[in-house]
């Protein structure tokens, strides 16, 4: 499937960069409370959802290069997969799901992310009212719009495990926004609970939370371990101050090329391939990693179309390490599967 990938994304990336010079701009001129708010989604739409398995959509895509075909029809697991924000600006502290251009980037979001999950897992991926990016910047205000954005999240997955799930393994997966209730969705659904067990892994990606947040969920500390979680925000080599400030304080962070935590350099002999903006065709060694304290750090990457705002490589925290990601689902995944039908131990 094709979605114009190339002019589309990059389009993406200039409006990411440039929203943080008219970030007083981006904010509704009226309060939350005295703002209007687009309408709930029902999630029994089709129409409401991003992408579902038997339809064709933008999770449906691999790359160019990709060695490792869609199999979605077949897989035993599901993926429950939330966009990053691309919602960048306008009347409303939360999305209109009857925004085209939204929809479009979120589209687009589906295929060079939850993509990486279609060769091991059934795609579901809602739409929802997705807080303006503004949200970000002023906790205060913020929380609202965030609070909202993930009632739908919420509402979507309760859907979909009430109508589609029948008991099967799940992989819960995010970036940035999406990531934010990704995290909230495990410890309301998972952490301590019953359906713990069937979590075969989740991906929360670029997006800082505490440690201490997921209480029996544990980070991953290689790369066959089932039931934790894998996370990192990726920064260029030689990074030092956002280590150091109040919100990286004791976050997490995953080496995307060894699925561990320690701060052993990982070459990026070791990378098995980004996507990059610019062609949706997969780049090998694009980049090396190394984790440094609460952050993960990278050289400049090989190849062009990788772009970091700062010294922050956040809209291209998936983009890096697409290969990785993939190939690492599909084998907790397989590891999942086995010990299921061994009826073995959950975790390593």
């Not at 309408?39 to 129409?47: F, R, S, T, V």
């Not at 409303?92 to 990486?116: E, F, G």
């Not at 970000?136 to 979909?160: H, I, R, S, T």
Request: with cysteine; proline share 5%.
């Amino acid at each position: 499937m094709n979605l114009k990938h190339t002019k589309s994304l990059i389009k993406i990336s200039i409006l990411v960069g440039s929203v943080f010079f008219v970030l007083v701009a981006c904010r509704p001129f009226r309060s939350y409370q005295n703002t209007k708010h687009p309408a709930a989604p029902d999630y029994a739409i089709e129409k409401n959802w991003i992408a579902l398995p038997w339809r064709a959509d933008a999770a449906d895509t691999i790359p160019n290069g990709c060695s490792i075909p869609e199999n979605q029809k077949e897989a035993d697991v599901d993926v429950f997969y939330i966009n990053p924000t691309v919602y960048f600006k306008g009347s409303y502290w939360n999305a209109d799901l009857t925004n085209k251009k939204v929809n479009k980037r979120s589209d687009q979001c589906v295929q060079s992310q939850a993509s990486a999950f279609n060769a091991c897992a059934r795609v579901f991926a809602p739409r929802y009212r997705q807080a303006v990016l503004k949200s970000f910047f002023n906790d205060k205000k913020g929380a609202q719009p965030l609070a909202l954005a993930y009632e739908d999240v919420k509402a979507a997955f309760e859907y979909y495990l009430k109508n589609w799930n029948a008991g099967r393994p799940i992989i819960i997966a995010g970036h940035s926004q999406g990531a934010k209730h990704a995290v909230q969705l495990l410890k309301d659904f998972f952490d301590g609970k019953e359906l713990q067990k069937k979590l075969v892994a989740a991906y929360p990606i670029g997006i800082p939370f505490n440690k201490s947040d997921l209480k029996s969920i544990p980070i991953s500390e290689n790369e066959t371990q089932i039931g934790c979680y894998i996370t990192w925000n990726t920064f260029a080599w030689n990074t030092k101050s956002f280590g150091k400030k109040e919100k990286y304080k004791d976050v997490p962070c995953v080496n995307p090329l060894t699925m561990v935590t320690d701060e052993k350099h990982a070459s990026d002999s070791l990378n098995k391939g980004g996507i990059s903006f610019k062609k949706f065709t997969v780049d090998k060694n694009v980049c090396d990693a190394q984790v440094f304290g609460n952050i993960l750090w990278i050289h400049k990457p090989k190849q062009k179309g990788y772009y970091k705002i700062g010294q922050s490589y956040h809209i291209c925290d998936y983009h890096l390490f697409y290969m990785n990601i993939r190939e690492n689902a599909c084998l907790r995944s397989k590891i999942y599967l086995k010990r299921q039908r061994l009826g073995g131990k959950l975790r390593n």
